[in-house]
């Protein structure tokens, strides 16, 4: 990949969502119960139609004097806020992900029952990963095609219900609200630090720049390797070193190299040097996602 910097934003491509650990670690859709020996993916939300970047404004003071204005000054955020999302389905699986309820069919197996649980006292912490499109604006590069993802390390998820339907010939969007809070770590469990800057090694969201749109795996391993599969083919079999390729795992929260990637059986391998229980988060590149 040439990296780039500068790009114009367009088409809401994906949205990810996984359970989160208090470690900060993501677990896909088995959330931090997963198993030993178990994979688990994050969940894709079918058909986004929109959704709102992140942007809280700060806290602006004016300088004044002899009835006049005599500057100002910018402080940081007092609140963050809460953010909505749209997409184009009801999805049942969705809304008992992120409430910790549970889809019922079984009290009536001709029926499906769920609810938005609006009684609730605590819900689970979920991250997202969305994805659009970029245009490069830089000389070399300029007109062509990356990925974007703004990625909510920690958020309280609360689905709105649908918009616009039922109404006479109108189409319905299914609603959601997110509220993020601040994270110290990426998805995979990498800690922020000196690489980024962040006030603190502390943020409440983080952009990538990709060749292609990204997943992630998640496993607990149960011995000295791990072998796990994602639900999308890798686009590349390169290993490389721990922070250069496009197969970037952890081990529970330090960079360490696959031993292996396999596209056709979508595997990802370390072959030795683990610990039973060991988390690893192996976030990758794939043309598959959609």
């Not at 245009?135 to 998820?157: A, D, M, N």
Request: glycine letters at 10%; aromatic letters at 10%; hydrophobic letters at 35%.
């Amino acid at each position: 990949m040439v990296q780039i910097k500068k790009a114009s934003p367009h088409g809401l491509y994906a949205i990810q969502a996984q359970l989160v650990s208090s470690g900060g670690y993501s677990y896909g859709i088995a959330g931090p119960t997963l198993a030993a020996g178990n994979d688990s993916n994050p969940y894709n939300i079918d058909n986004p139609i929109s959704f709102e970047m992140l942007a809280p404004d700060g806290t602006v003071i004016d300088f004044t004097g002899g009835d006049r204005w005599l500057g100002s000054y910018l402080y940081g955020i007092t609140s963050i806020g809460s953010f909505n999302f749209t997409t184009a389905d009801e999805d049942a699986d969705f809304t008992a992900l992120s409430t910790g309820t549970t889809v019922d069919q079984t009290t009536n197996d001709e029926w499906t029952i769920y609810g938005r649980d609006e009684l609730f006292t605590s819900r689970p912490q979920l991250s997202l990963i969305v994805s659009y499109r970029l245009q490069s604006r830089e000389v070399g590069t300029k007109g062509g095609l990356y990925w974007g993802h703004l990625i909510v390390p920690r958020c309280w998820l609360s689905p709105k219900g649908t918009s616009g339907a039922p109404s006479f010939q109108a189409k319905g969007e299914a609603q959601y609200q997110f509220v993020p809070t601040a994270a110290d770590r990426m998805i995979n469990g990498v800690a922020f630090g000196a690489n980024q800057g962040f006030t603190g090694n502390e943020i409440a969201a983080y952009t990538m720049i990709t060749d292609n749109p990204i997943s992630m795996v998640s496993h607990v391993v149960t011995g000295t390797a791990m072998s796990a599969t994602g639900a999308y083919t890798p686009v590349s079999e390169v290993v490389g070193t721990a922070s250069s390729t496009k197969n970037w795992a952890a081990v529970n929260g330090t960079a360490q190299a696959l031993t292996t990637v396999t596209a056709s059986t979508k595997n990802f391998a370390i072959a030795s040097g683990l610990t039973a229980d060991d988390y690893v988060g192996v976030i990758y590149e794939t043309a598959e996602l959609a």
